[in-house]
């Protein structure tokens, strides 16, 4: 089996002092560095919002960040501004190494957000991420990063969907965890098949 590391959007929005902080974003960059050489391929993906993205609260008035909407493609949360393109927020941690195999960009589309690697929030429109696995012949994948309950979550359950043997190192990835989202996710992850570590 050729094995994949899956870094998911270490970003500076997504660590402390970002727009969409995730408490202790930054403890886990040293650890996946120190795993890269352990895998086959490393892909990282980075969260491209466009400004103005219809996930951010901004978008819609009189909403709030955090507070729900609906979209076209289903229930949405409605974010801070975070990782637009070409910003600060956007990039990598400056700790995080990117010698990667692939750079996947997601979120770019600015009237549906994207948690997974594999397919916007609407569940049908592919990212790409399964066709560049299939043709390196990886069919085994390692998920880190943030966050363990959107991002990671939504990656993982997509994955073993497609149908990949997943595991996520869930002390290498944290958590927003807004309402037992945490609990939720690793409920899910479990469900599909995806092997918490």
């Not at 997943?166 to 609990?183: F, N, P």
Request: glycine residues 8%; charged residues 20%; proline residues 5%.
């Amino acid at each position: 089996m050729t094995h994949a590391l899956i870094v998911i959007d270490v970003q500076n929005d997504f660590c402390p002092g970002g727009a969409l902080a995730v408490t202790g974003g930054d403890e886990i960059v040293a650890p996946i560095n120190a795993m890269m050489d352990e895998f086959d391929a490393v892909i990282l993906t980075q969260d491209w919002h466009p400004a103005g993205h219809s996930s951010f609260a901004n978008s819609h008035l009189g909403k709030a960040p955090f507070e729900m909407t609906e979209m076209p493609y289903g229930p949405q949360v409605l974010w801070p501004d975070h990782c637009i393109q070409g910003s600060h927020g956007a990039a990598f941690h400056p700790d995080l190494r990117t010698d990667a195999d692939l750079i996947l960009r997601k979120g770019f589309r600015p009237a549906i957000d994207s948690y997974s690697a594999f397919f916007e929030n609407d569940h049908k429109t592919p990212t790409g991420l399964k066709g560049y696995l299939d043709t390196r012949g990886i069919d085994r994948l390692t998920l880190v990063g943030l966050a363990t309950d959107f991002c990671v979550h939504y990656s993982a359950v997509d994955a073993t969907k497609l149908g990949f043997d997943v595991t996520v190192q869930t002390k290498v990835c944290r958590a927003i965890d807004m309402d037992g989202s945490l609990q939720a996710a690793e409920n899910a992850m479990r469900a599909s098949g995806v092997v918490l570590a």
